[in-house]
């Protein structure tokens, strides 16, 4: 699925130049001796292994923090519920021409240069190729995705559906599993030392929608992270509520489907147009803001959210382009009704607005009644809500709403004693935002927070068998020198100054 380049490079891969970076890449790794022997002590509950740690979700993140715990010898598979090299939104839900980042940032390599997108793309295009391109295609990200996944050999366990998390009090978390890879479901059951949850942009909860859309009937409306074929649109009227990226990209999907016309409903009077999160930016974020005060964590995220991040400069003339596409600034949407004829009536802040469908582009929000799978985490989890109150005028009910989690990502007891085990889950998604900052799938930060975590990870599980590893020092019998290296000499007799030495006289 690799796509064209601007430059009009062929679209099939060069497999000399491709092969000759992974040879690279295998290079690369053996310099520096990664990865490293498995060295956790393999242990059992209930008669079956006990994996390091369990990932839950094969996107990027959960790449990069696979990778990461692999390259420290700790056993790290994936359990992702969907088919095989379509894990994420990229190849599926999300409907952008290309990444919003720039091409330049390095994501998930973890440091190594061989392990880059760009290291990617130039070795199948070539370096004007590389020049020439303004930002990455979203396929041709998703097939490089597949690609590390590949070259590093991950455990990425697909069709496999998390059920439910059960932290247990014996230094285990069960994951109650089914198996969907074949024609018949088969349930089976995971143990793990530790689980992280790299659910992405979902994270705890998953698509926001006003309360009353769902009394609309569910053929009239989708949110923009569900799946929906933009064909399905052709010949109809479509209201695209929100003015954000994904409202340009599911009203330009629709348009270039043959939608008959396409209002945008934005509550807001102006569109953002500076994206403030970028002023931000620095290694200092990415290494300090899980230190800062909760105050300055609060405030930094909040200002985020009020100000929002504009649509991208691209993907908004993607969509004024067309005749048939028209932006409604200030027209915030209140409610909506079915009409006799079938069509929905929209109550904007401008008035009515007649519609055959709406997609919904408002976000996410933890949201526990989404995730039937962490049900039995939800009452006993400690959010932020729980512990600090926001300065007037800095309400926030999504930050308010997300977990209070420690420094390790990990899930905190609302109740001390309530759920044993419970810090044994990390949520490594956007859900950490506010505690951790945008170090858990965002692609500028997402090598420092797989490699945080994934040190910390590590450090945990040798605190954890720390009597396990002295005893293994004690043991440890392999000699250095084998005896015959030296021969014992006679120690020489002492040869101490005479009496009535000139020294002794002097002295």
């Not at 420290?72 to 992702?80: C, E, K, L, R, S």
């Not at 952008?96 to 290291?119: H, V």
Request: aromatic share 8%.
């Amino acid at each position: 699925m690799t796509q064209p380049t601007p430059s009009g490079a062929p679209s099939l891969s060069s497999p000399s130049g491709l092969a000759h970076l992974e040879q690279r890449l295998r290079q690369d790794l053996q310099w520096l001796c990664l990865p490293a022997k498995s060295w956790v002590p393999p242990i059992q509950r209930d008669g079956q292994p006990v994996l390091d740690v369990a990932i839950v979700g094969g996107g990027m993140a959960g790449l990069a923090l696979s990778a990461s715990l692999t390259h420290m010898g700790i056993q790290a598979p994936i359990f992702d519920q969907s088919p095989a090299g379509f894990e994420g939104p990229w190849a599926t839900t999300a409907r952008m021409e290309t990444l919003r980042s720039p091409k330049e940032l390095t994501g998930p390599a973890l440091g190594l240069p061989a392990l880059t997108f760009r290291a990617w793309f130039e070795a199948q295009f070539g370096l004007p190729a590389w020049n020439a391109l303004d930002k990455i295609p979203r396929l041709q990200w998703m097939d490089y995705l597949r690609w590390y996944r590949q070259v590093l050999r991950l455990d990425v366990r697909n069709r496999q559906r998390v059920q439910a998390v059960l932290p247990r009090a014996d230094g285990v978390v069960a994951l109650e599993m089914v198996d969907e890879s074949g024609d018949t479901p088969r349930s089976y059951r995971v143990l793990a030392r530790h689980v992280v949850l790299a659910t992405g942009r979902d994270g705890m909860g998953g698509p926001w929608v006003p309360e009353w859309v769902h009394d609309l009937p569910r053929t009239h409306w989708a949110h923009s992270a569900h799946h929906w074929r933009g064909e399905s649109l052709r010949g109809k009227h479509v209201a695209v509520v929100g003015g954000g990226a994904s409202a340009m990209d599911a009203a330009a999907t629709a348009l270039e489907n043959g939608a008959a016309r396409v209002d945008l409903l934005i509550r807001r009077r102006e569109l953002p147009r500076i994206n403030k999160g970028k002023g931000a930016g620095s290694p200092g974020m990415a290494h300090g803001f899980s230190a800062l005060p909760d105050e300055w964590k609060w405030r930094f995220r909040h200002y985020i959210n009020v100000q929002q991040v504009p649509p991208p400069q691209g993907s908004t003339l993607r969509v004024s382009r067309h005749a048939n596409a028209f932006f409604h600034l200030g027209a915030g949407v209140r409610g909506a009704s079915v009409r006799d004829d079938g069509k929905l009536r929209l109550e904007t802040a401008k008035g009515p607005l007649a519609a055959d469908f709406v997609i919904f582009c408002t976000g996410f929000r933890t949201d526990w009644s989404q995730r039937p799978e962490f049900a039995a985490l939800q009452p006993h989890v400690r959010v932020w809500q729980d512990r600090f109150t926001a300065p007037p005028g800095e309400e926030d009910a999504e930050l308010a709403e997300s977990p209070d989690l420690g420094t390790l990502f990990e899930l905190q007891q609302k109740t001390p004693g309530s759920c044993p085990g419970l810090e044994r889950v990390h949520c490594f998604n956007y859900a950490a935002a506010v505690s951790q900052g945008a170090s858990s799938g965002d692609i500028p930060q997402v090598s420092d927070g797989a490699q945080r975590l994934a040190r910390g990870l590590a450090a945990q599980l040798l605190g954890e068998d720390v009597a396990h590893h002295y005893a293994a020092m004690e043991r440890y019998a392999e000699p250095e020198l084998e005896g015959h290296e030296w021969q014992p000499a006679e120690f020489p007799a002492y040869e101490g100054e005479e009496e009535d030495s000139p020294r002794s006289a002097r002295a």
